[in-house]
């Protein structure tokens, strides 16, 4: 089995214990008891399907349209005014729309999608591709390292009036990924106090983010209001134990918990499947990494390297924080765990992505295949 198909495997059971855990999480107390036809049937289960469908279809993609151009603009950069777009359109009227004091969405009749998803995953494939193709000014301060950290700034500030968790996220996977291209570590360095300054003035002046720092660092000032949230996810984690209250007997799901199918199902992992089913989850996150690193050592083209190891960081990352969060290692974020938090838009983009993994492994394969069969070739 190939790296890629072991990475493709992880996700589906990833996927698989998502739609689990989502509909346990999503119980409710009801007087009509839930068939299996209702679980074959509900939104996660279809999300999780046309998930793998787009995984499959991302396993398939013809690579060299990457690298297309159009206008002799390459196709990858039409990504950046779409995300731009798509961005702006939360505050539009009629397709802009407000979930839990947050514009974070957009419905074309009927149809929801996150933006900042769109942008997220858009943006580690730009960066990719801009860094392979300017592998001789990668180095340079001024013409390699400011033009991608400034755009990525300015969509990533774009992204935090919103959500901050994602910006923060996408600013981290483009300074891996430049820095993996070539640059320099005081690059970084020297950018430092404006990132922190950005994040500063993103987090003072919003109330609610002030509030959420304030509560991390004391929860039990106000464990009723505002502690509340953090509070019930680390008593659901407490709950578990060693080996779990046992699937679908979570307590903490019947509205202790808030956002418990989304950005806090982690608590409701632990609660039910105890700390073998964290150690379980962890172990799946581990695994689809190293599988990752380990088809991007062996990556002949630059542009495939980068962009595979910003899709695997992303993931890496994203799941990274989610557990922090809802352990109460770092402030509260809205971001949700990789394949397994309940969502559409974040489902089928990671699940694309991944396959996009897989066929750059399947390249990869092919073409070291070629180049050893040429010297063979040569002698006859």
């Keep these: 089995m190939r790296a890629g198909q072991g990475i493709i495997v992880i996700s589906i059971i ?21 068939s299996l036809l209702d679980i074959l049937t509900n939104r996660p289960t279809l999300l999780a399907f046309f998930a793998i469908v787009a ?51 957009v419905d074309f009749g009927g149809f929801n999608f996150q933006p900042s998803e769109v942008a997220k995953w858009s943006m580690v494939a730009v960066i990719a591709w801009w860094s392979s193709k300017n592998v001789k ?11 991608p950290i400034i755009g990525v700034g300015a969509i990533s500030a774009m992204i935090s009036i919103e959500d901050l968790g994602t910006a923060v996220l996408l600013f981290s996977v483009t300074c891996f990924i430049l820095f993996a291209a070539g640059s320099k570590f005081w690059h970084f360095v020297t950018f430092l106090p404006v990132a922190a300054g950005g ?36 008593s659901a984690i407490s709950e578990g134990g060693i080996s779990g209250l046992g699937l679908g007997n979570s307590i903490h799901k019947f509205g202790y918990l808030p956002e418990d199918t989304t ?44 962009l595979a190891l910003g899709i695997v960081v992303t993931i890496g ?32 983009l990671t699940a694309f992505c991944i396959g996009l993994i897989d066929a750059i492994d399947r390249n990869a394969k092919a073409s070291s295949t070629v180049h050893h069969a040429l010297p063979t070739t040569a002698l006859v």
């Design 263 to 306: 950005d806090f199902i982690f608590s409701i992992i632990c609660e039910e499947l105890g700390l073998f089913g964290a150690i379980a989850v962890a172990t799946l996150y581990i695994s689809l990494t190293v599988l990752g690193f380990c088809i991007i050592n062996k990556i002949s083209s630059s542009f495939h390297q980068l």
């Design 137 to 147: 000014n990668i180095t340079s301060y001024w013409k390699g390292f400011i033009p």
């Design 199 to 234: 994040f500063y003035l993103a987090v003072y002046r919003s109330e609610y983010r002030m509030t959420r720092l304030q509560t991390f660092l004391d929860p039990y000032k106000d464990p009723e209001r505002d502690g509340y949230h953090i509070l019930q996810s680390l």
């Design 317 to 348: 990352l994203q799941a990274s924080i989610n557990v922090l969060v809802v352990t109460a290692l770092v402030p509260t974020k809205g971001i949700a765990l990789p394949l397994l938090s309940n969502g559409g838009t974040g489902w089928l």
């Design 55 to 105: 995984m499959y279809l991302g396993s398939r993609f013809p690579l060299r349209w990457l690298e297309y151009k159009p206008l002799n603009i390459p196709i990858i950069y039409f990504l950046l005014p779409i995300s731009i777009i798509l961005l702006l359109l939360v505050y539009a009227p009629v397709v802009g729309k407000e979930v839990n004091n947050s514009r974070r969405w």
């Design 14 to 34: 990833l996927l698989m214990l998502g739609v689990v855990m989502v509909n346990s999480a999503g119980t409710q107390i009801s007087e009509e008891p839930l």
